[in-house]
């Protein structure tokens, strides 16, 4: 367990890049003697490394502070696909091995599952079990604030599971194991990704949206993930876009999942009777002047724009990121979009809030849940 300013000097190193003793004390407020004992005791445990740089090439090299590669390591395990992915990356987030194992919706014969897996990845990836911190894990659900109780998730069909910690139970008991294991919600853990490694590394407010069978959601104000008093901040799958519409499976009526996600695309451009799979298929065909396409993609580009135009309003973020599946956010759903969250912002508002697509890349998942733990180890 790192201690309070131990963990501080990492996260500015993490954060900001390499760093000399001198710059690390100024922005904890302390003197550079002051500094030498915990950068020592990092140094001698191997989380840190000394490097010499001279950036301008002249007069005395000065000592920078980085985080070296493959010493201290994560573990990844999501539960988003038809099979769980495990991932193992160190702490700058570069892959070692990755592993799969079967989907259980039983708690107890996933667990023996996950748990079987994590000393093979730990042997494929040739390091030695001490070296990895910690274990995250990723989920469709909601998620306690603790980051230890799954209170439901409809994917899993579960309701108050305490995975985390029986997993973590499990790897001591059978494998001698001693890892924390941090649970995390599917678009929280993206959200997290971004921040400490893509492309909200330098942001501190900022969206992630997910657009998948079902539309999540994840929000960073101030620099730290956003979950309100109940964990449902911002939760815009089922925000009202369509009052007293079609029923939603949350219970309620006309929600944003109802028209927008890819499920509802594609139940509408069923009914229409439309060749379309996915919201690519529908893109060619509305390029093409199909005009059932052009529709549905107006209705769902519209609805999103709105739910979006409300969150500008409420949160006033420098940037949202849309992940999608290839093809899932382009053309004219994107545009119809766009358009639409310019026409429901205050007009001193609009343009100021940048729209980044984010393809879901091989692997997104379990790496998404490997950088819960790292956000834990270093944040929390
Ligand atoms: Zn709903």
Same mark, same amino acid.
């Given at each position: 367990?790192?201690?309070?300013?131990?963990?501080?000097?990492?996260?500015?190193?993490?954060?900001?890049?390499?760093?000399?003793?001198?710059?690390?004390?100024?922005?904890?407020?302390?003197?550079?003697?002051?500094?030498?004992?915990?950068?020592?005791?990092?140094?001698?445990?191997?989380?840190?490394?000394?490097?010499?740089?001279?950036?301008?090439?002249?007069?005395?090299?000065?000592?920078?502070?980085?985080?070296?590669?493959?010493?201290?390591?994560?573990?990844?395990?999501?539960?988003?696909?038809?099979?769980?992915?495990?991932?193992?990356?160190?702490?700058?987030?570069?892959?070692?091995?990755?592993?799969?194992?079967?989907?259980?919706?039983?708690?107890?014969?996933?667990?023996?599952?996950?748990?079987?897996?994590?000393?093979?990845?730990?042997?494929?990836?040739?390091?030695?079990?001490?070296?990895?911190?910690?274990?995250?894990?990723?989920?469709?659900?909601?998620?306690?604030?603790?980051?230890?109780?799954?209170?439901?998730?409809? +994917?899993?069909?579960?309701?108050?599971?305490?995975? $985390? @910690?029986?997993?973590? #139970?499990?790897? !001591?008991?059978?494998?001698? *194991? &001693?890892?924390?294991?941090?649970?995390?919600?599917?678009?929280?853990?993206?959200?997290?990704?971004?921040?400490?490694?893509?492309?909200?590394?330098?942001?501190?407010?900022?969206?992630?949206?997910?657009?998948?069978?079902?539309?999540?959601?994840?929000?960073?104000?101030?620099?730290?993930?956003?979950?309100?008093?109940?964990?449902?901040?911002?939760?815009?799958?089922?925000?009202?876009?369509?009052?007293?519409?079609?029923?939603?499976?949350?219970?309620?009526?006309?929600?944003?999942?109802?028209?927008?996600?890819? +499920?509802?695309?594609?139940?509408?451009?069923?009914? $229409? @009777?439309?060749?379309? #799979?996915?919201? !690519?298929?529908?893109?060619? *065909? &509305?390029?093409?002047?199909?005009?059932?396409?052009?529709?549905?993609?107006?209705?769902?580009?519209?609805?999103?724009?709105?739910?979006?135009?409300?969150?500008?309003?409420?949160?006033?973020?420098?940037?949202?990121?849309?992940?999608?599946?290839?093809?899932?956010?382009?053309?004219?759903?994107?545009?119809?979009?766009?358009?639409?969250?310019?026409?429901?912002?205050?007009?001193?508002?609009?343009?100021?809030?940048?729209?980044?697509?984010?393809?879901?890349?091989?692997?997104?998942?379990?790496?998404?849940?490997?950088?819960?733990?790292?956000?834990?180890?270093?944040?929390?």
């Amino acid at each position: 367990m790192l201690e309070s300013q131990q963990q501080h000097i990492l996260r500015l190193i993490h954060s900001g890049g390499a760093q000399s003793r001198t710059d690390l004390a100024k922005q904890l407020g302390i003197s550079k003697a002051a500094i030498s004992q915990p950068v020592r005791k990092l140094l001698e445990q191997g989380i840190l490394l000394e490097t010499d740089s001279n950036v301008s090439g002249q007069g005395r090299p000065s000592v920078r502070l980085v985080l070296p590669d493959a010493q201290q390591f994560f573990i990844g395990v999501s539960l988003l696909d038809d099979a769980v992915g495990l991932l193992l990356v160190d702490i700058n987030g570069i892959a070692y091995a990755f592993e799969q194992c079967p989907l259980s919706r039983d708690p107890n014969r996933l667990v023996e599952s996950i748990g079987a897996h994590i000393p093979l990845l730990i042997a494929a990836a040739q390091i030695t079990a001490e070296q990895v911190m910690s274990v995250g894990l990723a989920l469709s659900g909601v998620v306690d604030s603790a980051g230890e109780l799954c209170l439901k998730s409809t +994917l899993l069909d579960w309701v108050d599971v305490p995975i $985390a @910690h029986m997993l973590s #139970d499990y790897l !001591a008991e059978h494998h001698q *194991l &001693a890892l924390p294991v941090y649970l995390e919600n599917d678009a929280k853990s993206l959200a997290i990704d971004e921040h400490v490694f893509g492309l909200a590394k330098e942001v501190n407010d900022f969206t992630l949206i997910t657009l998948g069978d079902g539309i999540g959601s994840a929000h960073f104000i101030r620099g730290e993930l956003y979950r309100g008093a109940h964990g449902g901040a911002g939760e815009i799958a089922h925000t009202t876009v369509e009052p007293n519409n079609l029923p939603c499976r949350c219970g309620k009526r006309g929600c944003l999942d109802t028209v927008s996600s890819v +499920l509802a695309i594609r139940e509408q451009a069923l009914e $229409a @009777h439309l060749p379309a #799979d996915c919201v !690519a298929d529908l893109e060619t *065909l &509305a390029a093409s002047g199909d005009s059932a396409a052009v529709r549905i993609l107006h209705r769902a580009g519209n609805a999103l724009g709105l739910a979006l135009a409300n969150i500008i309003q409420i949160n006033d973020p420098q940037l949202i990121l849309i992940a999608h599946a290839q093809g899932g956010f382009q053309g004219l759903f994107a545009t119809i979009v766009k358009q639409s969250m310019a026409a429901n912002v205050l007009p001193s508002m609009v343009g100021k809030t940048e729209v980044k697509p984010l393809l879901f890349a091989p692997h997104c998942w379990p790496h998404a849940a490997a950088s819960v733990a790292i956000y834990h180890y270093l944040y929390q």
